[in-house]
């Protein structure tokens, strides 16, 4: 997306990761911004609570946010756009920015003829990165795995290492974060997902208004959420929205695939005032309790 100058109002189409970041950076700048999603929620990857808070930061932050619909057709009107959508209802904008998603561009490779999956993506091994032919490696989008800039690296670095060492890449949790205002950051499964797989969980939710170091800057809103096997204690998934959401999710990346479970991880001291006290506290609330809330 390249402008020169600002539009005075815009309307973004899909309420993902992408439209929302550019929601909260358009909106900093004083544009008027309406987002128009299909689903239900934005954010329908993340956890619904998270989602959830986010969307009311949006609306108090001024931007206007249409779940359920999408756009049926459009048409120019001055020097912007009339929009109508699905329920009937018009919409104006001056700009209008497309956030539905990504195409998979195989030109540079449709020669080779690698099998593909059932989306298009290159079939590769999780453990080599091999394509079918074994000495054409495959890493990124391309790959069809999480399509994140992290991910992509961990699997240069995994292909690298067999072509030359022969080693074999194993799983690990792998972080995903969104850059929006609060910050949001996330691991594992959401509520949903356990509960679709007919786990028995607990889930526990510390909010930043009871942190010290919160308080301290001024970023109050937001919470930490920590989903945990009823039984046994693991870590199932952990859901940040708050300052330094980013940073934070790293200690549950590294309690996750160490399988500590929420008892150890509880006992484990943290510096004060620090946020990631917020991270303890989440965790104390489905072990022990939590102490400052």
Same mark, same amino acid.
């Given at each position: 997306?390249?402008?020169?100058?600002?539009?005075?109002?815009?309307?973004?189409?899909?309420?993902?990761?992408?439209g929302?970041?550019?929601?909260?950076?358009?909106?900093?700048?004083?544009?008027?911004v309406?987002?128009?999603?299909?689903?239900? #929620?934005?954010?329908?990857?993340?956890?619904?609570?998270?989602?959830?808070?986010?969307?009311?930061?949006?609306?108090?932050n001024?931007?206007?946010?249409?779940?359920?619909?999408?756009?049926?057709?459009?048409?120019k009107?001055?020097n912007?756009?009339l929009? #109508?959508?699905?329920?009937?209802?018009?919409?104006?904008?001056?700009?209008?920015?497309?956030?539905?998603?990504?195409?998979?561009?195989?030109e540079?490779?449709?020669?080779?003829?690698?099998?593909?999956?059932?989306?298009?993506?290159?079939?590769v091994?999780d453990?080599?990165?091999?394509?079918?032919i074994?000495?054409?490696?495959?890493?990124?989008?391309i790959?069809?795995?999480?399509?994140?800039?992290?991910?992509?690296?961990?699997?240069?670095?995994?292909?690298?290492?067999?072509?030359?060492l %022969?080693?074999?890449?194993?799983? *690990?949790?792998?972080?995903?974060?969104?850059? #929006?205002?609060?910050?949001?950051?996330?691991?594992?499964? #959401?509520?949903?997902?356990?509960?679709?797989?007919?786990?028995?969980?607990?889930?526990?939710?510390?909010?930043?208004?009871?942190?010290?170091?919160?308080?301290?800057?001024?970023?109050?809103? %937001?919470f930490?959420?920590?989903?945990?096997?009823?039984?046994?204690?693991?870590?199932?998934?952990v *859901?940040?929205?708050?300052?330094?959401?980013?940073?934070?999710?790293?200690?549950?990346?590294?309690?996750?695939?160490?399988?500590?479970?929420?008892e150890?991880? %509880?006992?484990?001291? *943290?510096?004060?005032?620090?946020?990631?006290?917020?991270?303890?506290?989440?965790?104390?609330?489905v072990?022990?309790?939590?102490?400052?809330?």
């Open positions: 997306m390249f402008m020169e100058e600002l539009p005075k109002s815009i309307c973004i189409v899909g309420g993902g990761v992408i929302v970041e550019m929601a909260n950076i358009l909106n900093a700048f004083g544009v008027d309406t987002i128009v999603e299909l689903m239900d #929620t934005i954010l329908p990857m993340v956890d619904a609570e998270v989602a959830a808070a986010m969307k009311d930061t949006l609306v108090k001024g931007v206007k946010v249409l779940n359920g619909v999408s756009i049926k057709s459009g048409e009107k001055g912007g756009l929009l #109508t959508l699905t329920d009937g209802s018009t919409l104006e904008c001056e700009k209008l920015l497309e956030a539905v998603g990504r195409q998979i561009v195989g540079a490779y449709e020669d080779l003829n690698l099998d593909k999956e059932k989306k298009g993506f290159v079939k091994s453990e080599t990165l091999q394509t079918s074994p000495t054409v490696y495959a890493i990124g989008d790959t069809g795995r999480q399509q994140l800039a992290h991910v992509a690296s961990e699997q240069g670095v995994a292909a690298v290492e067999h072509m030359f %022969g080693k074999k890449a194993s799983a *690990h949790p792998v972080p995903a974060c969104i850059f #929006t205002q609060p910050e949001i950051a996330s691991v594992g499964m #959401t509520e949903k997902e356990a509960r679709d797989k007919g786990l028995a969980i607990k889930t526990a939710k510390f909010p930043f208004v009871a942190n010290g170091k919160a308080l301290t800057l001024g970023e109050t809103e %937001g930490v959420k920590v989903i945990a096997d009823e039984r046994y204690g693991e870590i199932l998934g *859901h940040i929205i708050g300052p330094e959401a980013s940073n934070l999710i790293s200690e549950a990346v590294v309690a996750m695939d160490a399988e500590c479970t929420v150890s991880l %509880g006992e484990m001291v *943290h510096a004060h005032p620090t946020l990631a006290e917020a991270v303890k506290e989440a965790v104390l609330g072990s022990t309790g939590m102490i400052h809330f």
